[in-house]
């Protein structure tokens, strides 16, 4: 007896959520064409294609901005994170000290301070990139930090007992332990970072040719061009999830063999 | 009293004229919440022997093992390894705990290779001695497995190797095969007694069954808890080379109960018999 296709794992994880989606998307082009509903209510998935295509340039401009601060952000927020949990696991004062007030930048909301980085920092890429670094920092510090202490007694043990120097123990033990918890810190902060962009572009509302996709919505939102506006937030969308796609795949690759949460 | 012991374990035998492996001398703990886990305890091992410390949970006996290996340090009292204070020069010692504690990113083959890797000794020294180590246990075969990827005693038996590997000349034991089954168990005993029989090893042993104390040892210290203290101390007999019908012999049966009823009275419980 055949096996229904459904069944099989492959089209539950990937065809069935797909097939839903173009339903969903086929509902809504052929729906919102019988009503007539205008397109500055709500535009169809082919007002939104076409959209995309007539202002690709623009778009995809505005999409290579906003994805440049991302990434420098996060890789800034990757590099301070880190190096700071290895400060923070040297010393239980120091992290007791300035733990406080790495909290403090995490619960200040981001629109709230970045007009203040804006206004102290001319250059506007940099100012995105600092507002998007700091709120994409702090899952990678306290992540970091938690896998750098929470090692195995019994493995410390036995590496004191072969007289291994705090070096090798960092090394060797602890940093090989952080692995997991560092990748879960870096797909919570790779979606923040892109979040930290968006939110701090619209606060900046810089326009010309420093204009990332949050200014495009704004512009398409004065304008009531809901096309775009969908065009935009599509890419936006697309994104984050590429970003969260290429951590989930480091992650596998670096931990596939041995962390139970990459076994299939 | 040495003529008296029997025929079969003469270079086991515990001296008194010799400085002895490891000697602890009024040796007290008290944790700063003023918990009394030892309480002035005298104890000394011989080169040689192979020593159960047995009691119930609470009775110091793991904390007694840390401070043999150097982990943990007497608030009172002193530990002596070959009469000195410092256990670096006068043995080499490894250490076996209640877990396998195997890293879990490393294959078999490299976590039993650590404690060589610590000391800096190049792969092609460490590689023969490891392999040596995997083969003593019986793990040759899965150097390059994960120890995901192993059973719980095979695990056990890889943590063993990593002990051996550094040929050491005292081997402390925590409770090491207390999450295994009764076969797994058995084998692993078997294994040590062997091991210990072919080697110049001084072991020393923690463990709360009895069972276990008597099929290993050549010696074994009854500890009673709160406050954790030595109760008895008392030679085993049995023939030097040991195998399953020993498990079942009268003299193993006879010393169980007799153990089991020491520990109740240390205990304070009521023993029926």
Known sequence: ?264 | MNSALPMDTPIHESSSFVTPMIMARGVEKTYPNGTNALQRLDLNIARGEIVSLLGPSGCGKSTLLKMFADLEHPSAGLVRWNGKADIQSQCKMAMVFQEATLMPWSNIEDNVRLPLDLQHISKSVSTPKVMAALAAVGLEKFSKAYPRELSGGMQMRASLARALVTEPDLLLMDEPFGALDEFTRHKLDSDIRQLWSERDLTVVFVTHSIYEAVYLSSRVIVMGARPGRVVADLEIEGPYLRDEAFRSSDIFIQQCSHLSQLLAEASGGHHHD
């Open chain 1, 1 to 264: 007896m055949i096996k229904p296709l459904i069944q099989h794992p492959t089209v539950q994880r990937i065809a069935a959520p797909l097939g839903l989606g173009l339903i969903f998307l086929l509902f809504w082009q052929l729906s919102f064409q019988q009503l007539e509903v205008p397109i500055y209510v709500v535009p169809k998935p082919s007002d939104i294609v076409i959209a995309m295509i007539n202002q690709s340039s623009v778009l995809f401009g505005s999409l290579w901005v906003t994805l440049k601060i991302t990434l420098l952000a996060f890789v800034c927020a990757v590099i301070i994170g880190t190096l700071v949990a290895f400060v923070f696991v040297q010393s239980r004062v120091v992290e007791a000290c300035f733990m406080p007030y790495a909290i403090l930048f995490q619960v200040t909301p981001i629109v709230a301070i970045a007009p203040l980085v804006i206004i102290w920092i001319q250059n506007t890429t940099l100012a995105l990139v600092v507002c998007a670094m700091l709120v994409a920092v702090f899952p990678i510090l306290t992540n970091t930090t938690l896998g750098l202490r929470s090692v195995n007694k019994g493995l410390l043990n036995l590496f004191q007992i072969n007289k291994a120097s705090r070096w090798q123990i960092l090394m060797r033990l602890r940093v090989p332990n952080a692995l997991p918890y560092f990748f879960g810190g870096l797909r919570i902060s790779c979606g923040l970072a892109l979040i930290g962009a968006v939110v701090s572009e619209f606060v900046a509302g810089a326009g010309g040719t420093s204009a990332g996709l949050a200014y495009q919505i704004l512009q398409a939102g004065f304008q009531l061009d809901l096309p775009l506006m969908f065009a935009a937030l599509f890419l936006i969308t697309c994104t984050g999830l590429g970003l969260f796609v290429l951590m989930s795949l480091l992650s596998q690759f670096f931990l596939n063999k041995w962390h139970e949460s990459e076994q299939v």
